[in-house]
């Protein structure tokens, strides 16, 4: 196993510390809670320049990489039900969509055509990340004057993570129905 998989393999180990720091009560659990979040968040970009830049890529990479972001993006929206900092239809929606997505890239992947990530997909993953540490920290500081940055950075990923699926699918509809399209040329 290569440094670039040990690195997706450590965040995926980063879940469960991060899970039990946001729910166990003690003093500064919460920020602790978002230190390590944002540690494995990081960790996606750094396994993914290493892989590229020492042509580290591997199957197992290519294949954890994205499970490991889905695991801890749901474990933190889950987590964030939980503690009713948002609403669980919200949540669904966003993961709806990551699940298509993963399922248009595995159809993909069978025909042999890899969807690489959009610039929609990375702004979607930079919003989702914001809005759950803006939701970790229960809208602090934003909160000491009412201003609601929680929902509308909420709001604001659930447009952009919508948006990105559909731009997506949109792009790849040749995967979906490729028969169809052929017939049609």
């Known amino acids: 196993m290569n440094i670039a998989n040990k690195i997706t393999m450590l965040r995926i180990a980063m879940i469960p510390i991060f899970m039990g720091l946001m729910l166990i009560k003690f003093p500064f659990h919460t920020e602790l809670a978002l ?20 042509n580290l890529i591997t199957d197992f990479g290519k294949f954890m990489d994205p499970l ?9 929206f ?16 966003i993961l709806a969509r990551e699940f298509a997505v993963s399922g248009l ?6 025909g042999n055509i890899v969807i690489a990530a959009s610039n929609f997909g990375k702004l979607k993953t930079v919003t989702q990340i914001i809005t759950i540490c803006i939701l970790i920290l229960n809208n602090f500081p934003f909160n000491l ?3 609601p940055v929680d929902i509308i950075f909420t709001y604001l990923t659930l447009i952009i993570t919508l948006w990105s699926g559909f731009d997506y699918f949109g792009k790849n509809m040749k995967v979906i129905m490729p028969k169809k399209l052929e017939q049609k040329a």
Not at 37 to 48: I, K, V
């Open 35 to 54: 230190a390590v979040f944002l540690l494995a968040s990081l960790t996606d970009h750094l396994d993914g320049h290493i892989a590229r830049k020492y």
């Open 68 to 76: 490991a972001d889905k695991l801890l993006v749901t474990a933190a």
């Open 78 to 93: 889950v987590i964030l039900i939980q503690m009713g900092r948002i609403e669980a239809w919200i949540v669904f929606v």
């Open 105 to 110: 890239r595995t159809l993909a992947a069978a």
């Open 145 to 147: 004057i009412s201003l």
